[in-house]
Nanobody, 123 residues
Framework: VQLQAFWGGMVQAGGSLRLSCAAS????????MGWFRQAPGKEREFVGC????????EYAASVEGRFTISRDNAKNTVSLQMNSLKPEDTAVYLC?????????????????WGQGTLVTVSS
């Protein structure tokens, strides 16, 4: 599985961005998809995940209520809508595939990773 995240950029605090992640392969609709982020000098951090059908999502407490994950299995894409952005949201955002049946937050659960896209939020 190959993944590529798109549409990062620079935005002022309080603004919005919508990231997309495109995946290769015909099994996309069977995967749990996750979003993570990594700021300079910090460990990779769970942002959220979505189940195969798109009916269940989980979010980190730091983004709950501001970020929304959705997916389009027909297009092999998963999106991350980010609203009310804060400077502390600045990071490289990565999408990842979890082939298991149970949603989880630990990075080691995720087998395939994209290269990420940089989001910079200025104050």
């Amino acid at each position: 599985v190959q993944l590529q995240a798109f549409w990062g950029g620079m935005v002022q605090a309080g603004g919005s961005l919508r990231l997309s992640c495109a995946a290769s392969g015909s099994a996309f609709g069977r995967y749990i998809m996750g979003w993570f982020r990594q700021a300079p000098g910090k460990e990779r951090e769970f942002v959220g995940c979505i189940n195969w059908g798109g009916s269940i999502t989980e979010y980190a407490a730091s983004v709950e209520g501001r970020f929304t994950i959705s997916r389009d299995n027909a297009k092999n894409t998963v999106s991350l809508q980010m609203n009310s952005l804060k400077p502390e949201d600045t990071a490289v955002y990565l999408c990842a595939v979890d082939e298991s049946l149970i949603m989880g937050r630990r990075p080691e659960r995720y087998k395939y990773w994209g290269q990420g896209t940089l989001v910079t939020v200025s104050s």
